[in-house]
């Protein structure tokens, strides 16, 4: 099959880790705060789980891990903007 193009919706893939990251990040977070509370685990999906941490962010903002949840979050957004925004990026096209 050489020379032909393969079929498919073409994926960006450093887009795709980047939210396999930010998913996979928020949803440890989540999990501190289900053992650390009565309360029951969101979906596994990024607007799920930002909804959940940001409704019990007043307990992680008084965790002892506050500081580290704050810098792996912070360095998601960072990674997600590099991504979203690269310096000398070309568009992806998405469809008509």
Request: aromatic residues 4%; proline residues 10%.
């Amino acid at each position: 099959m050489t020379g032909t193009a393969r079929p498919g919706i073409p994926l960006n893939g450093p887009a795709v880790e980047a939210r396999a990251a930010i998913r996979g990040t928020l949803a440890s977070w989540a999990d501190l705060i289900v053992e650390g509370r009565t309360v029951r685990l969101p979906l596994r999906t990024v607007p799920a789980l930002a909804a959940f941490l940001r409704r019990h962010l007043g307990w992680l903002a008084v965790h002892p891990a506050a500081d580290d949840a704050a810098t792996e979050i912070d360095a998601l957004l960072q990674r997600a903007l590099r991504v979203a925004r690269p310096p000398h990026g070309h568009p992806l096209p998405i469809g008509a």
